[in-house]
């Protein structure tokens, strides 16, 4: 694995100074949009604050929820009055414990960018909403965003409603047997049972998929996406736990489905890998730099080229279970000898999202472009079976004065990493280009407002359309 030490900060001083000699750009960063809005500054004409003397918003109610066996869909029965400063809104279902997540702010939005049709004309007492094709044993919401003359998007209103739970068919299940269990790997057999027509399941460190899954609006969600795997038959696979502490708990989530694609609560299954370390010898580790020489990189381009290379070598002993180390330059080390070691032997944040590469446990190396006659600091912390971490081991160093020629018959990777830290730049996709009918009166601009071309028009009770449902995972 190679490093490069200390050349990022110097390659966004460039990029930065770059962009401040260009001409001046306007962003607007709206709540619940992840990309901003800008223009030139020189474009702007004015801006101009407006002010509305009443409330804009949606009152909504909802009745009852009418589901079709044939259709595989529901009805809801529901009616929705504008405030007298409303000029229209965009109306929609949502999952309740998704949209909670979100701020009023991000809601609204969400809404603009997703929330499809605007209305012009209430939904009266009684109207129903067709085709609403949802998971059941779950609340939603019917949410609107109100808009005003000037198409402002202002409240976001929403009502609860639940679709109950419709019975499965059957017991739908699975087994789980473990086998090969190693200090970094595990084998899972799933087996289902004759009820489960098929399933979806994911692998973890244990407590990781509930974490993960709060993103997707709950585990259910989170194991009948396209992240996870899924399944018809018996499968096996193979748990990778390699770069993670040895003896830790992992979990396997399952969800099984019954005939209709229809699903209940997630099966869980747990299991432990094996040790490395003998629980007995003291852990320690032997720190080594075998060879300063010539090695090949990338650059920002990204064309190969050759830089001094230090290869340093960590080797565990027995009693080692796993264990981190990390290289500094000697000045930056000697700013804060304990900050630099307390930032190796710090454990795995459970509550964050896992990553590999966090330990290393069986003997492993590190390149790093350095250049001649510098003194570096190389740390190595182990950690025991019993989780505690041991002695730190401290080598310093300074490297040749002049590096080996390049091992050109040995087997060298060509590494992605950038010389200056600039990633070489993304491919652009050609576009065609549409042309656009330019505005004539009043010097360009729209001589009327967003909203007053469309009339407004009275609400029908008991009309029928079909109400758009959004994910907001997607």
Do not use: H
């Not at 790093?368 to 600091?377: F, G, K, L, R, W």
Request: proline share 5%.
């Amino acid at each position: 694995m190679k490093k490069l030490i200390l050349t990022a900060a110097v390659a966004c001083g460039t990029i930065f100074s770059y962009a401040q000699t260009e001409s001046k750009r306007v962003a607007i960063y709206k709540q619940g949009y992840y990309t901003p809005q800008c223009m030139l500054a020189e474009r702007i004409d004015s801006i101009v604050f407006m002010k509305a003397e009443s409330n804009v918003s949606v009152t909504l109610e909802v009745g009852d929820y009418v589901y079709d066996e044939e259709s595989e869909t529901g009805t809801l029965y529901m009616s929705a009055t504008r405030s007298e400063n409303c000029t229209a809104f965009q109306c929609t279902i949502v999952d309740a414990e998704q949209f909670d997540a979100y701020t009023e702010g991000e809601q609204a939005g969400l809404l603009e960018q997703n929330g499809g049709e605007l209305y012009y004309e209430d939904f009266g007492e009684g109207s129903a909403f067709n085709n609403i094709d949802v998971p059941d044993g779950k609340d939603y919401y019917v949410v609107a965003l109100a808009y005003d003359n000037w198409g402002t998007p202002c409240s976001v209103t929403k009502a609860k409603f639940t679709v109950p739970k419709i019975p499965l068919v059957g017991e739908p299940k699975v087994d789980v047997t473990f086998s090969d269990i190693t200090y970094k790997s595990f084998k899972a057999t799933i087996t289902p049972n004759k009820d489960a027509s098929s399933f979806g399941y994911l692998y973890a460190w244990k407590g990781q998929l509930l974490l993960q899954s709060e993103m997707m609006g709950g585990i259910e969600n989170y194991l009948n996406s396209f992240i996870a795997a899924s399944s018809k038959t018996e499968v096996s696979l193979t748990g990778d736990a390699n770069y993670y502490e040895p003896g830790t708990e992992w979990e396997i989530g399952v969800l099984p489905k019954d005939v209709n694609n229809r699903y209940d609560g997630v099966q869980w299954f747990y299991t432990k890998t094996a040790y490395y370390g003998d629980g007995v010898t003291t852990p320690s580790v032997e720190i080594t730099t075998p060879k300063y020489y010539m090695s090949k990189w990338t650059n920002e381009v990204g064309l190969p080229v050759y830089k001094p290379t230090l290869r340093v070598e960590i080797t565990p002993n027995k009693g080692s279970n796993c264990y981190r180390f990390a290289t500094w330059y000697k000045a930056d080390y000697e700013k804060d000898p304990e900050g630099c070691i307390a930032s190796l032997a710090t454990d795995m944040d459970p509550n964050s999202w896992a990553t590999s590469y966090y330990y290393n446990i069986e003997p492993s190396y590190d390149e790093y472009a350095i250049d001649p006659n510098t003194e570096i600091v190389i740390v190595a912390v182990p950690k025991a079976t019993d989780g505690t971490w041991g002695e730190p081991v401290v080598l310093n160093y300074t490297t040749p004065e002049k590096a080996d020629p390049a091992e050109e018959s040995a087997k060298v990777d060509v590494r992605s990493n950038a010389v200056s830290g600039i990633s070489a730049p993304v491919n652009k996709g050609v576009k065609s280009l549409s042309l656009t009918k330019m505005l004539s009166a009043n010097n360009g601009r729209a001589a009327t407002l967003p909203f007053a071309i469309r009339p407004v028009q009275k609400a029908q009770n008991g009309a029928s359309r079909t109400l758009k449902v959004i994910d907001l995972n997607k």
